[in-house]
């Protein structure tokens, strides 16, 4: 099976090295979306032997994942993870995600933070990640114990669903609705994760209130789609 | 003619020369000019003529002609405004999907002449 690692970088020169030596024992193709940096996360990467693909200007993390997801599916690739660039995600940990993907027994793999095995939040995300925990379930009937984490892996099905369905800011929970809701398998696995390398989180305490209410926002919006406008079931 | 009438047609003349001139330095596409044409047209007709204004808002029932005015004016930035948010939401639509398309053709470009390069 062709597997790809898509590792979205905005700005992450002094993260990119690392994270690229974390997958040295990855198995598959690195490819590195630029989603318009101002810095040379680009030419690092590339010297490191990753491919590389650049954003004209700055799309934002949704935007610079759904890049990946196009090559991943114009490239005929079987499978894909994501792996954020910023160090948090670990190399040993990636062969937990990937699995059930590959037995075809899952089309999206969440790695969660939460679940027994995993490690702590702080106490916003917490709240906010209960939250969409609540509304997920609700809405897609499913219990994700770890919404917002990034670190996932995507089946062919999804990576052909989500090049065309995928919002910019924000989309990892919408994303699970989306899968849920075309009848993809989306499954959880317990992972481990590192605090950061250098840089802090992109979502401070006065963006996470708009990132509440738009996602929310965007899932009840999504409830009242009739099949036809969802996806392509 | 009181001064009053006379700003007032001075200004929605002003703004239908002002449209006319945006299209001919095709910063404004007609499709839009249109709108802010009969629009302004519309303002030119309320100013030149009170009676209208009175007639339309006796005959909803609006004793105070001003207000129907007003109301009739709020709504119809209200709905422009809207459509414009939907415009540009189709455009940022358009313009992320050219940027993928972007960096994707160029990571391709990037690979054919590297290959290119190899087989030389």
Redesign the interface.
């Known amino acids: 099976m062709r597997i790809l690692a898509i590792i979205p970088a905005y700005n992450e020169a002094r993260n990119i090295t690392a994270v690229i030596e974390d997958l040295k024992s990855f198995r598959g193709d690195i490819l590195v979306?630029n989603d318009g940096s101002t810095d040379d996360t680009a030419a690092i990467a590339k010297s490191l032997g990753a491919?590389?693909?650049?954003?004209?200007?700055n799309?934002g993390i949704g935007?610079t994942v759904?890049?990946g997801l196009?090559?991943a599916y114009?490239h005929g690739y079987d499978m894909a993870i994501q792996f954020d660039g910023d160090g948090q995600h670990r190399g040993d940990q990636v062969f937990k995600i990937i699995e059930l993907v590959e037995k075809g027994e899952a089309d999206l793999v969440i790695g969660s933070r939460t679940l027994p095995g995993g490690y702590k939040m702080g106490i916003t995300r917490f709240i906010g990640s209960r939250i969409f925990h609540c509304l997920i379930r609700c809405l897609a009937g499913k219990a994700i114990e770890d919404p917002t984490s990034g670190f996932r892996c995507y089946g062919r099905k999804t990576i052909r669903l989500f090049s065309r369905f995928y919002t910019?800011d924000y989309p990892e929970v919408e994303s699970i609705i989306t899968a849920a809701r075309n009848g993809l398998r989306v499954v959880e696995v317990p992972v481990l994760m590192r605090g950061r390398l250098s840089g802090h989180s992109s979502i401070t305490r006065r963006k996470s209130a708009y990132y509440m209410l738009k996602v929310t926002l965007a899932m009840v919006v999504d409830a009242m789609r009739g099949r036809d406008l969802v996806g392509e079931s | 003619m009181d001064l009053t009438k006379l700003a007032a047609l001075g200004l929605s003349v002003g703004i239908f020369c002002f449209v006319v001139w945006l299209v001919r330095e095709r910063r404004l596409r007609e499709k839009y000019a249109l709108l802010w044409l009969c629009t302004s047209v519309f303002v030119i007709l309320l100013t030149v003529s009170r009676r209208i204004l009175e007639v339309a808002a006796l005959s909803v029932g609006i004793y105070y002609p001003p207000s129907l005015l007003f109301l009739v004016g709020v709504l119809f930035l209200l709905l422009v405004a809207i459509g414009h948010s939907v415009t540009l939401s189709r455009l940022s639509e358009s313009n992320h999907n050219l940027a993928q398309e972007v960096a994707l053709l160029r990571k391709q470009v990037e690979d054919l002449k590297e290959e290119r390069k190899e087989r030389q």
């Open positions: 979306v491919k590389v693909v650049s954003h004209p200007f799309l935007g759904q890049t196009r090559y114009e910019d």
